[in-house]
């Protein structure tokens, strides 16, 4: 008995390494117009991305949509890295118990059933693949107004050819490719939990639109994508693509 709660505990702490892959959440407030959005902010800025900060989450990625200008439904993106997923009930509890941060979201959490600071939540939950497992921050110059981010979710037909899109990424070469050619990729990572399932998701960046448009030509052209988008164990692994362009919001940590 003493053995096999041994090898339970042993298990248990293998999945708590540091240097297992990160977790992530993906926080999407979708709102409405300038007043949700005004009210979002100053609730991130002021009260949220603090409370994580002393938790000791530093690495928080705070993105809105390009399209937020034009679209009805405009949308704010809050990328969370976790060491477990268990952090997130942790990090709620946190929060209930931080005074300070009940303090300055308090405007955000007792806002009224009549005037709502969002219109939806919602919370994507990630496992990073096994060749990129911690987020890295983006070796970028120009300034946070320039920046293109572009988040990528990859949609299967099957459970099946969702891990065989996975494989192409990490044990394919994708992934290295990415790198060779400085796409200064954020995450890449399975989803483990969300809306639209089997899928997986990354974030590239860039210092510009057309910074971003150069190296997706110089990706298509080159001889190791055409290689090995053509092999025959690789095809048919994706069934839907959504490409969002983002940009950084002025108190995002990158």
Known sequence: MRL????ICCVIFSFANAADP????????NFKDTAQEAVIDRYLAKAFMPALHRSGIKKIGVFKALAND???EKRIYILIPLVSPGQLAILSKRLMNDAVYQRAAKEFIDAGYNNPPYSRLESILMRAFSMAPALQLPALKGPYKDRLYELRSYESSTEKLAVNKVH??????EIDLFRRLGFNAIFYASVITGSKMPNLMYMTSFENKADRDAH??????????KALSAKSEYQH???????IFLRPADYSDY
């Open 4 to 7: 096999y709660l041994l090898t």
């Open 22 to 29: 990160t977790y992530y959440e993906l926080r999407v407030y």
């Open 70 to 72: 034009t679209a009805a």
């Open 168 to 173: 192409m990424f990490n044990e394919g070469g």
């Open 216 to 225: 997706w030509k110089n990706f298509g052209s080159h001889p190791d994508w």
């Open 237 to 243: 692994n994706v069934s839907h693509i959504d490409v």
